[in-house]
């Protein structure tokens, strides 16, 4: 497979012309590319724009660059329309990257070893757009070669994952932000209004405490029900424009088949969580941040579904989650829930499009003080160097209810939990799965 280089940059990179091939990859492990990356390659030379252009002319040296790793329907499909100038791609299928370069056309270098695209000292951004078992690991090692993250949902697939990404992150200064927005902008799934009316009545007092929010089929959540994988699926060839080692990377070595990847990695375990896992920080994030939770995690997680398959994802009916304040959140997976309130408290409730048992509840909205301002222009964080509205921390809190959910799920069982040390109380088993083992030499633990 032949990619762009940077001239310059595999100059002072020799160890570039050595990771072409994923075979060879494994021995620059991520303490070896530590040694390589140059830290603080974000820092560039301003050329002052009088010199280049003029009022109002923006010289490239003064643009925000970004990198895309994974170029599949995300990667392709959302991420190549963001704000920044394009400066790189990579993804370890060959077919894939090629219909990115044929629609954003020359000059922008291309990879197949997201290592190396790391090395190219001019990307400001890199944008994390792979399946959730490279989410951690490559915000990690992207946070120490100096770079800013935008990373797909969900944050990560384990708890421990999601403290090492908080720890690289604000150990190297840089910003982070999770490619989920319904917390401070669009509108919520099927509720009828954005999140910030419904924050402002919550921070009133209106409708008493504690609450309980039912994210059910009213959200539109429950066709996420259904995505689960198969098992005993027989081993494939595996074609030819795809390196699957590489696509594997951290992962447990499966054979492969074609259902493990691309769109279809959704229903297993190794790789993501169905609905609940790939979805759920769509729904849940803004629920973390209407309750005044983003600093804290439930201490209870209860589930009533089926046996799962230890491979394969399987359906679920319900998950509730408990606060120690009482406050509850209830997942209706099998839409079983009928005219359920979305928001409801001792003194009322709140249901789609903004229906209430509360008279002029809506109209009482627009005289509440507003929420606490944030940044929602991470391009702004960039800039400024303040955090972003979904950052690492807020962003791992909201993953954490995901991952608690995985973790009971594949377990089969009630969980309690401890927000502060951020582990589970006297369980061995789901602890172990707060930092589930990476395949070697691939690690962050």
Request: charged share 25%.
């Amino acid at each position: 497979m032949k990619e762009k280089e940077n001239k310059s940059d595999k100059k002072e990179n020799p160890r570039v012309d050595s990771l072409t091939k994923s075979e060879k990859a494994g021995s620059l492990k991520r303490r070896e590319f530590l040694k390589t990356s140059v830290l603080g390659a974000a820092a560039f030379t301003i050329v002052p724009r009088h010199v280049l252009g003029g009022p109002g002319f923006t010289a490239p040296s003064d643009q925000i660059t970004k990198a895309i790793i994974g170029m599949g329907g995300i990667g392709y499909g959302h991420h190549l329309n963001r704000p920044g100038r394009l400066v790189a791609m990579c993804d370890v299928d060959q077919n894939r990257l090629d219909r990115a370069v044929k629609k954003v056309g020359k000059g922008v270098n291309t990879y197949h070893d997201f290592r190396e695209l790391l090395l190219q000292k001019d990307i400001d951004i890199v944008h994390v757009a792979t399946p959730p078992h490279w989410h951690g690991l490559m915000s990690v090692m992207a946070a120490e070669a100096g770079k800013d993250i935008w990373c797909e949902k969900p944050m990560t697939r384990t708890i421990g994952e999601g403290k090492k990404v908080i720890e690289a992150v604000q150990k190297h200064g840089r910003m982070f932000r999770l490619n989920t927005w319904f917390r401070f902008r669009g509108q919520f799934y099927g509720l009828g209004t954005t999140v910030k009316p419904l924050k402002k009545i919550v921070e009133s007092g209106v409708l008493g405490w504690p609450l309980k929010v039912t994210v059910s089929g009213i959200t539109g959540y429950n066709w996420k029900f259904f995505w689960r994988g198969e098992y005993n699926l027989p081993p494939m060839p595996v074609p030819k424009e795809l390196d699957y080692n590489m696509w594997l990377g951290p992962a447990p070595y499966k054979p492969y088949n074609k259902e493990h990847v691309h769109s279809k990695f959704r229903g297993y375990w190794d790789y993501d969580g169905g609905g609940l896992a790939d979805m759920g920080q769509h729904y849940l994030d803004p629920v973390q941040y209407l309750l005044g939770k983003d600093e804290t995690s439930p201490i209870k997680v209860e589930i009533d579904a089926p046996q799962q398959h230890p491979y394969a994802v399987g359906t679920w009916r319900r998950i509730t989650y408990t606060y120690e304040d009482g406050c509850q959140i209830i997942l209706d997976g099998d839409n079983s829930i009928k005219d359920a309130a979305y928001l409801e408290g001792p003194n009322g409730k709140v249901y789609r499009g903004f229906k209430s048992t509360i008279p002029n509840l809506k109209e009482a909205t627009q005289s509440m003080p507003d929420p606490e301002p944030q940044i929602i222009d991470f391009h702004e964080s960039v800039r400024t160097r303040k955090k972003f509205a979904l950052n690492e921390m807020n962003g791992h809190r909201s993953a954490t209810i995901v991952n608690m959910g995985v973790t009971a799920l594949r377990l089969g069982r009630t969980l309690h939990y401890n927000p502060v040390k951020q582990e589970f109380i006297n369980d061995k088993a789901a602890n172990d799965m707060n930092n589930y083992p990476m395949r070697a030499p691939w690690d962050i633990f």
